[in-house]
T-cell receptor
Protein backbone atom coordinates (compact mmCIF):
# COMPACT_ATOMS: atom_id res chain seq x y z
CA UNK A 1 0.00 0.00 0.00
CA UNK A 2 1.62 3.26 -1.15
CA UNK A 3 0.89 5.78 1.56
CA UNK A 4 3.02 8.76 0.64
CA UNK A 5 3.30 10.44 -2.73
CA UNK A 6 6.06 12.95 -3.38
CA UNK A 7 5.73 15.82 -5.76
CA UNK A 8 7.42 16.64 -8.05
CA UNK A 9 8.91 13.37 -9.24
CA UNK A 10 11.98 15.23 -10.46
CA UNK A 11 13.40 18.65 -9.77
CA UNK A 12 16.37 20.42 -11.36
CA UNK A 13 17.80 23.60 -9.90
CA UNK A 14 20.99 25.65 -9.80
CA UNK A 15 23.34 25.79 -6.87
CA UNK A 16 22.25 28.40 -4.37
CA UNK A 17 18.56 28.05 -5.14
CA UNK A 18 16.03 26.59 -2.75
CA UNK A 19 14.43 23.20 -3.40
CA UNK A 20 10.95 22.35 -2.21
CA UNK A 21 9.49 18.85 -2.25
CA UNK A 22 6.02 17.90 -1.18
CA UNK A 23 4.55 14.73 0.24
CA UNK A 24 0.89 13.80 0.51
CA UNK A 25 -0.45 10.82 2.41
CA UNK A 26 -3.76 9.11 2.92
CA UNK A 27 -4.27 7.97 6.50
CA UNK A 28 -3.56 9.33 9.96
CA UNK A 29 0.06 9.10 11.04
CA UNK A 30 2.19 8.97 14.17
CA UNK A 31 5.00 10.87 12.49
CA UNK A 32 6.45 11.65 9.09
CA UNK A 33 10.09 11.24 8.18
CA UNK A 34 12.28 12.35 5.30
CA UNK A 35 15.14 10.29 3.95
CA UNK A 36 17.79 10.86 1.36
CA UNK A 37 19.25 8.31 -1.03
CA UNK A 38 22.38 8.81 -3.11
CA UNK A 39 22.33 6.91 -6.40
CA UNK A 40 21.18 3.41 -5.40
CA UNK A 41 22.82 3.46 -2.00
CA UNK A 42 21.19 3.06 1.39
CA UNK A 43 18.72 5.61 2.68
CA UNK A 44 19.85 8.11 5.27
CA UNK A 45 17.47 9.67 7.75
CA UNK A 46 17.18 13.46 7.53
CA UNK A 47 14.43 14.60 9.85
CA UNK A 48 11.38 13.37 11.76
CA UNK A 49 8.31 15.47 12.50
CA UNK A 50 5.67 14.22 14.90
CA UNK A 51 1.97 14.47 14.17
CA UNK A 52 1.53 17.21 16.78
CA UNK A 53 4.31 19.36 15.33
CA UNK A 54 3.88 21.83 12.50
CA UNK A 55 7.41 22.79 11.58
CA UNK A 56 10.91 21.55 12.23
CA UNK A 57 14.37 22.73 11.22
CA UNK A 58 17.69 20.98 10.87
CA UNK A 59 20.54 22.96 9.35
CA UNK A 60 19.47 23.90 5.82
CA UNK A 61 16.39 21.69 6.03
CA UNK A 62 12.93 22.88 6.95
CA UNK A 63 10.02 20.48 7.19
CA UNK A 64 6.39 21.40 7.62
CA UNK A 65 3.46 19.16 8.39
CA UNK A 66 -0.21 19.91 7.86
CA UNK A 67 -2.23 17.01 9.23
CA UNK A 68 -5.53 18.57 8.15
CA UNK A 69 -4.37 18.43 4.55
CA UNK A 70 -2.37 15.26 5.06
CA UNK A 71 0.69 16.83 3.54
CA UNK A 72 4.28 17.72 4.31
CA UNK A 73 6.98 19.70 2.59
CA UNK A 74 10.75 19.56 2.69
CA UNK A 75 12.64 22.73 1.91
CA UNK A 76 16.37 22.66 1.28
CA UNK A 77 17.79 26.16 1.31
CA UNK A 78 20.87 27.32 -0.60
CA UNK A 79 21.22 24.01 -2.43
CA UNK A 80 24.62 22.56 -3.24
CA UNK A 81 25.69 20.08 -5.89
CA UNK A 82 26.18 17.58 -3.07
CA UNK A 83 22.44 17.73 -2.36
CA UNK A 84 21.82 15.88 -5.62
CA UNK A 85 19.97 12.73 -4.52
CA UNK A 86 16.53 11.17 -4.25
CA UNK A 87 14.40 12.26 -1.32
CA UNK A 88 11.69 10.09 0.20
CA UNK A 89 9.00 10.80 2.70
CA UNK A 90 7.99 7.98 5.00
CA UNK A 91 4.91 7.85 7.15
CA UNK A 92 4.93 6.05 10.46
CA UNK A 93 1.42 4.71 10.81
CA UNK A 94 1.40 3.58 14.40
CA UNK A 95 3.10 4.09 17.74
CA UNK A 96 4.56 0.61 17.60
CA UNK A 97 6.72 1.68 14.69
CA UNK A 98 6.02 -1.42 12.65
CA UNK A 99 4.66 0.32 9.57
CA UNK A 100 7.09 2.83 8.07
CA UNK A 101 5.71 3.33 4.56
CA UNK A 102 7.71 5.09 1.90
CA UNK A 103 6.65 7.16 -1.07
CA UNK A 104 8.18 6.91 -4.53
CA UNK A 105 10.59 9.77 -4.03
CA UNK A 106 11.64 13.04 -5.62
CA UNK A 107 14.87 13.08 -7.62
CA UNK A 108 16.72 16.34 -7.05
CA UNK A 109 19.47 17.47 -9.37
CA UNK A 110 21.54 20.49 -8.38
CA UNK A 111 23.87 21.82 -11.02
CA UNK A 112 26.81 24.10 -10.40
CA UNK B 1 30.26 2.56 14.34
CA UNK B 2 26.49 2.08 14.30
CA UNK B 3 25.56 0.26 11.15
CA UNK B 4 23.39 -2.19 9.29
CA UNK B 5 25.40 -4.60 7.19
CA UNK B 6 24.00 -6.51 4.26
CA UNK B 7 25.69 -9.21 2.24
CA UNK B 8 26.22 -9.70 -0.57
CA UNK B 9 26.10 -6.27 -2.19
CA UNK B 10 25.61 -7.71 -5.65
CA UNK B 11 24.26 -11.10 -6.67
CA UNK B 12 23.39 -12.68 -9.99
CA UNK B 13 21.64 -16.00 -9.77
CA UNK B 14 19.52 -18.35 -11.83
CA UNK B 15 15.82 -19.01 -11.50
CA UNK B 16 15.02 -21.53 -8.80
CA UNK B 17 18.35 -21.52 -6.99
CA UNK B 18 17.77 -20.81 -3.31
CA UNK B 19 19.61 -17.84 -1.89
CA UNK B 20 19.95 -15.93 1.36
CA UNK B 21 20.73 -12.28 1.84
CA UNK B 22 22.11 -11.60 5.28
CA UNK B 23 21.46 -8.53 7.42
CA UNK B 24 23.08 -7.68 10.70
CA UNK B 25 22.80 -4.61 12.95
CA UNK B 26 24.97 -3.60 15.90
CA UNK B 27 22.61 -1.10 17.55
CA UNK B 28 20.53 -3.55 19.62
CA UNK B 29 17.42 -2.52 17.69
CA UNK B 30 14.24 -4.43 18.29
CA UNK B 31 12.72 -3.77 14.87
CA UNK B 32 14.14 -4.95 11.59
CA UNK B 33 12.59 -4.98 8.15
CA UNK B 34 13.24 -5.73 4.52
CA UNK B 35 12.30 -3.52 1.60
CA UNK B 36 12.62 -3.87 -2.12
CA UNK B 37 13.09 -0.89 -4.38
CA UNK B 38 11.97 -0.90 -7.98
CA UNK B 39 11.94 1.94 -10.52
CA UNK B 40 8.70 3.88 -10.36
CA UNK B 41 7.47 1.93 -7.33
CA UNK B 42 9.64 3.30 -4.56
CA UNK B 43 10.35 1.16 -1.51
CA UNK B 44 7.92 -1.55 -0.56
CA UNK B 45 8.10 -3.49 2.68
CA UNK B 46 8.54 -7.24 2.33
CA UNK B 47 8.68 -8.47 5.93
CA UNK B 48 9.34 -7.00 9.31
CA UNK B 49 10.24 -8.27 12.74
CA UNK B 50 9.34 -6.73 16.06
CA UNK B 51 11.74 -8.87 18.04
CA UNK B 52 13.37 -12.28 18.21
CA UNK B 53 11.07 -14.99 16.83
CA UNK B 54 8.40 -12.38 15.91
CA UNK B 55 7.99 -11.71 12.20
CA UNK B 56 5.14 -10.48 10.04
CA UNK B 57 4.34 -9.84 6.40
CA UNK B 58 4.67 -6.47 4.80
CA UNK B 59 3.11 -5.37 1.54
CA UNK B 60 4.92 -7.73 -0.85
CA UNK B 61 5.83 -10.95 1.01
CA UNK B 62 5.15 -13.49 -1.75
CA UNK B 63 8.21 -15.52 -2.66
CA UNK B 64 10.21 -14.50 0.42
CA UNK B 65 10.89 -15.91 3.85
CA UNK B 66 12.63 -14.43 6.87
CA UNK B 67 13.78 -15.58 10.26
CA UNK B 68 14.80 -13.79 13.44
CA UNK B 69 16.65 -16.21 15.68
CA UNK B 70 18.96 -13.57 17.09
CA UNK B 71 18.28 -9.92 17.74
CA UNK B 72 21.06 -8.67 15.50
CA UNK B 73 20.36 -10.80 12.43
CA UNK B 74 17.45 -10.83 10.02
CA UNK B 75 18.18 -12.86 6.87
CA UNK B 76 16.00 -12.71 3.78
CA UNK B 77 15.51 -16.04 2.06
CA UNK B 78 14.38 -16.63 -1.50
CA UNK B 79 13.55 -20.32 -1.72
CA UNK B 80 12.98 -20.35 -5.48
CA UNK B 81 13.92 -17.00 -7.00
CA UNK B 82 12.18 -15.81 -10.13
CA UNK B 83 13.07 -12.99 -12.55
CA UNK B 84 10.37 -10.73 -11.07
CA UNK B 85 12.39 -10.72 -7.85
CA UNK B 86 15.19 -8.87 -9.61
CA UNK B 87 15.42 -5.73 -7.51
CA UNK B 88 17.42 -3.64 -5.07
CA UNK B 89 16.89 -4.89 -1.53
CA UNK B 90 17.37 -2.96 1.68
CA UNK B 91 17.44 -4.09 5.27
CA UNK B 92 16.56 -1.55 7.95
CA UNK B 93 16.47 -1.46 11.73
CA UNK B 94 15.12 0.89 14.38
CA UNK B 95 14.37 1.04 18.06
CA UNK B 96 10.96 0.02 19.27
CA UNK B 97 8.22 2.50 19.97
CA UNK B 98 7.78 4.65 16.92
CA UNK B 99 9.15 8.21 16.63
CA UNK B 100 12.52 6.68 15.89
CA UNK B 101 14.59 6.81 12.76
CA UNK B 102 15.34 3.80 10.64
CA UNK B 103 18.90 2.84 9.76
CA UNK B 104 19.44 1.26 6.38
CA UNK B 105 21.99 -1.12 4.98
CA UNK B 106 23.80 -0.31 1.76
CA UNK B 107 21.57 -2.50 -0.33
CA UNK B 108 21.80 -5.76 -2.24
CA UNK B 109 21.31 -5.62 -5.98
CA UNK B 110 19.86 -8.96 -7.01
CA UNK B 111 19.49 -10.15 -10.58
CA UNK B 112 17.63 -13.38 -11.30
CA UNK B 113 18.11 -14.74 -14.81
Amino acid sequence: SQQGEEDPQALSIQEGENATMNCSYKTSINNLQWYRQNSGRGLVHLILIRSNEREKHSGRLRVTLDTSKKSSSLLITASRAADTASYFCATDLNQAGTALIFGKGTTLSVSS
Amino acid sequence: EAQVTQNPRYLITVTGKKLTVTCSQNMNHEYMSWYRQDPGLGLRQIYYSMNVEVTDKGDVPEGYKVSRKEKRNFPLILESPSPNQTSLYFCASRHRGGNTEAFFGQGTRLTVV
